[in-house]
């Protein structure tokens, strides 16, 4: 059976349209006498969706009941059963009610696809899973309802709903979208121009990655290399060096001229893996790389240009940004460099040749050390050896005059050759070609000890020496140090890996750096830690050490390999070659994560021990509040018995003193009920469910929760208070637990002072005691104090409270007054609207 076509109405926002569109297809295809029915379509109580959908075969929706409600949801049964051409199934990314067999509604429409049943449904791009975070960000509201991308990519059709968001505002105040109720509070959150804005653009550009998709599956389907210019890709040549930076910036700028351009930078690797390029560069320029917005590959290829080229086609890239070519003039006129190269096999790629300072000047003409790649060390005992080995050898030609030619002498001085470019590499090499055609000309042509030469042939022999000896020196120069490269890398391999494996298995820093010791020769090795409080002399501070006398201060190294601002490897031995100091700094960086990792597990250490020990305290604190419930019941209930007795006959002494003690028994039940809410809380299991409250609800009750008393409280609010985001249960035990506080502190004349004030989306209420209402109130900071009325049992469980309801609690200095700051209804932080949502 042939799977089914799903066929998908993409819009950026509610209300653009998506439904109609939708019916409004299904309509056109019944016309054209195609089987159409309507699995499940939500009108939302709009007319013109209503009557869109008349004609059309409807299917009765199932209804099933949660928790004493009645839902209706698509029969998928009954649409598999029917099995028409079409099916149209209103929202794709909906939940199912518990109760139907699939979780999702997407769900369902696979099950109709694979029936071979063509499917139409309606998407907001709020709800693709990879956007949900995004979408939160510009709106703040998070989507609970979210949709798996790769479900929308494997639709045969996407089509968007578009609309203008200044007339989807119409829409919205005509009354086409929410019912007049909710109409205001839309327009000034969720639909403002620039919520939708950002919402529109993020549908036209995940559809335009779609339709990308779809092209490169084209046009490798069909072979087509040439690039078609349908988005501008701008492609960086990274070879390394110092002037990719230049690149990479300007490469933005050209990119930055054009909305939607992709940036790309590509770093080629020899395919034998020896490579020149320090890493730390080619991560700096990475890291440069990203923070523009572009990313960053690297392939491997026997020629660079051809690899570039490659990689460009693949990727349909219309544009190549490479740096001036550093190579000298001869160099350019024995081989082309890789910007001409790459512009005569580019075609229709525009290709930018950037200057730069590596490229301008003297720097253009700037030889590479000759010991570069092949060691200082076997450099000079090369250029030793050819001193002393071409001078032996003439004595022992000189005396074997009568028996060798001069062909047989060359052959003699190009072995010495070749010997020195095993040793020393290509430049040796030429400079012993070139002294032993010398001296062979001097000692052993005619005229003999003159550099004139006589016979043609001698002179023809004498050319091609030199050609050949530079020849094969050259060649046997580079086999010797791509030798002597693949050798280094392998034991740089090998000490990094080593030193990855010890920390793997868990050895301690001591032991790992006197790895790093012994694999570099050194005396000896310390990881040093500054203070960074430490002002203004530097202390620093011995973490790890190997050797006789570590350094303790990085100016007593001979070699210091910095890890960050605090943190460096210093050590004290013979003086390291720049690859040598290369890899000591890889090694540094290693061993900065072990010393991060111990540090962290240190700290997890000790928080599973406070943790354990907090948790221990919190049990045995509950486990003697749940004890403790019992008898003071039993002494209230007693006292208010004696109370009841006694009416009319206690004493004012005695009445005062039964009142005392009603309010201590009081008092420490209270106490035990906050030390069960609180520690509930902590372990998550205190129910919390936000969602629009009215604070002068709140208010009388939690002034019904203090009971009657002596104290009374004056409420200083304004006449129209908006509701807030909060839990009405828990917000009135947090009021409750600060008017309490307040209470007790206030004098019988000064009554605590309850005000309220809605400003900039939160709404402020501070409870201040008599006290602090006498004078100017202290400076406010939030409330974390241990000690003092700061650090009471009932305002840490009022902080918490207002925490888990995401907002604050503050007090004054001396805890005088607390200041609660939650989120209003309308408005959530950052200026999108806020949303009920249960914890």
């Known amino acids: 059976m042939a799977r089914g076509r799903l066929r998908i109405y993409l819009g950026a926002a509610p209300g653009v349209g998506k439904t109609y569109a939708m019916l409004e297809e299904g309509q056109r295809l019944r016309s054209l006498g195609t089987d159409v029915v309507v699995g499940f379509v939500e009108p939302h109580g709009r007319r013109p969706t209503a009557v869109m959908a008349e004609g059309m075969e409807t299917l009765p929706r199932r209804t099933l009941t949660h928790r004493g409600a009645a839902f209706t949801e698509m029969d998928l049964d009954a649409v598999l059963t029917r099995r028409p051409q079409v099916a149209l199934v209103d929202e794709l990314a909906h939940s199912n009610v518990p109760g139907t067999r699939n979780a999702k509604r997407w769900q369902d429409v696979e099950e109709l696809l694979a029936a071979g049943i063509d499917v139409v449904t309606t998407l907001n791009v709020q709800h693709l899973e990879s956007l949900n975070d995004v979408v939160r960000q510009i709106t703040g509201v998070g989507q609970r309802e979210t949709l798996p991308d790769e479900v929308a990519r494997r639709a045969d059709q996407i089509e968007l709903v578009d609309l203008p968001p200044e007339v989807l505002r119409r829409r919205m105040v005509h009354g086409d979208i929410y019912p007049p109720d909710r109409i205001e509070s839309a327009l000034t959150h969720y639909f403002r121009v620039g919520n939708l804005t950002a919402l529109r653009e993020l549908a036209l550009l995940w559809l335009a990655d779609r339709v990308e998709e779809g092209l490169q599956r084209y046009r490798a389907e069909h072979g087509i290399s040439v690039p078609w210019e349908t988005r501008e890709r701008i492609l960086v040549a990274l070879s390394g060096g110092p002037e990719g930076e230049t690149l990479i910036r300007r490469a933005a700028r050209i990119s930055a001229r054009t909305p939607g351009t992709d940036l790309l930078a590509l770093h080629v690797v020899p395919e034998d893996g020896l490579t020149r390029v320090d890493p730390a560069v080619l991560d700096t320029q990475r890291t440069l790389l990203e923070s523009l917005g572009g990313s960053y590959h690297q392939t491997t290829g026997e020629d660079v240009v051809d690899a570039l080229l490659q990689f460009a086609e693949a990727e349909n890239v219309t544009q190549i940004v490479l740096g001036a070519s550093r190579h000298g ?12 190269r790459t512009i005569k096999g580019s075609g229709p790629i525009d290709v930018h040749i950037v200057t730069h300072k590596e490229a301008a ?4 003409l700037r030889l590479p050390h000759p010991s570069r790649g092949i ?7 090369a250029l030793a050896g050819t001193v002393v080995l071409l001078p ?3 004595l022992l030609l000189a005396a ?11 052959v003699v001085y190009l072995l010495a050759v070749v010997l020195v470019a095993l040793v020393g590499g290509i430049y040796p090499a030429l400079l012993a070609a070139v002294a032993a055609a010398l001296l062979a000309d001097y000692y052993f042509t005619a005229p003999v000890h003159s550099f004139g030469v006589a016979r043609p042939d001698e002179i023809i022999a004498l050319v091609v020496f030199i050609a050949t000896a530079a020849l094969v020196g050259t060649a046997a120069g580079s086999a010797a140090q791509r030798t002597h490269q693949a050798v280094r890398a392998t034991s740089e391999a090998r000490a990094l890996s080593r030193l990855a494996v010890g920390m793997m298995h868990g050895q301690d820093l001591p032991a790992l750096i006197e790895q790093i010791r012994e694999n570099f020769g050194l005396a000896s090795v310390s990881l040093l830690e500054r203070d960074p409080e430490a002002s203004p002399e530097p202390r620093w501070y011995v973490v790890a050490s190997a050797g006789e006398q570590p350094p303790e201060k990085p100016y007593e190294a001979d070699v210091e390999s910095p890890v960050d601002d605090d943190l460096t490897l210093a050590a004290r031995g013979s ?19 072990a010393h991060a990792r111990g540090r962290i597990a240190g700290r997890l250490g000790r928080t599973d021990t406070l943790a354990t020990a907090e948790r221990t305290r919190a049990s045995l604190l509950l486990a003697a509040g749940r004890d403790l419930r019992a008898p003071l019941h039993t002494a209230e209930e007693a006292l208010a018995h004696l109370r009841r007795r006694r009416t009319g006959g206690l004493a004012p002494e005695e009445a005062r003193l039964l009142g005392t003690a009603r309010s201590a028994v009081h008092r420490a039940a209270q106490l ?8 509930r809380l902590h372990a998550g299991a205190l129910d919390l469910y936000l969602r629009p409250v009215d604070l002068n609800e709140v208010l009388g009750a939690a002034l019904d929760d203090l009971g009657p008393g002596g104290h009374s409280i004056v409420l200083r609010l304004p006449e129209q208070l908006p509701d807030v985001i909060a839990d009405a249960a828990l917000l009135t035990r947090a009021l409750t637990a600060l008017a309490a506080d307040a209470l007790r502190h206030s004098p019988q004349d000064r009554p605590p002072v309850v005000t309220a004030e809605a400003r900039d989306g939160w709404l402020r209420i501070r409870v201040r005691d008599g006290v602090s209402d006498l004078g100017p109130e202290p400076s406010t900071g939030p409330s974390r104090a241990s000690g003092g009325r700061a650090g009471s049992l009932a305002v840490r469980l009022a902080r918490d409270l207002a925490e888990a309801m995401d907002g604050t609690l503050e007090t004054t200095t001396k805890g005088a007054a607390f200041t609660v700051t939650l989120t209003l209804a309308g408005s959530a ?10 914890k």
Do not use: F, I, K, N
């Not at 003039?329 to 001409?340: D, K």
């Not at 000047?361 to 253009?364: I, L, V």
């Open 329 to 340: 003039r001869l160099a350019s006129l024995l081989r082309a460099g890789t910007g001409e």
């Open 361 to 364: 000047g003297a720097a253009a």
């Open 375 to 381: 060691g200082p060390r076997r450099y000079w005992s």
């Open 392 to 394: 032996l050898l003439t």
């Open 400 to 410: 074997l005059r009568g028996h060798l030619g001069l062909s047989s002498d060359l």
């Open 575 to 593: 003086g390291l070659s720049t690859e040598d100091q290369r890899v000591l700094a890889a090694c540094a960086a290693e061993l900065g994560l």
């Open 672 to 679: 035990v009920t906050d030390l069960d809410d609180l520690g």
């Open 829 to 838: 932080p950052g200026g999108g609207p806020a949303s009920s949502r249960a």
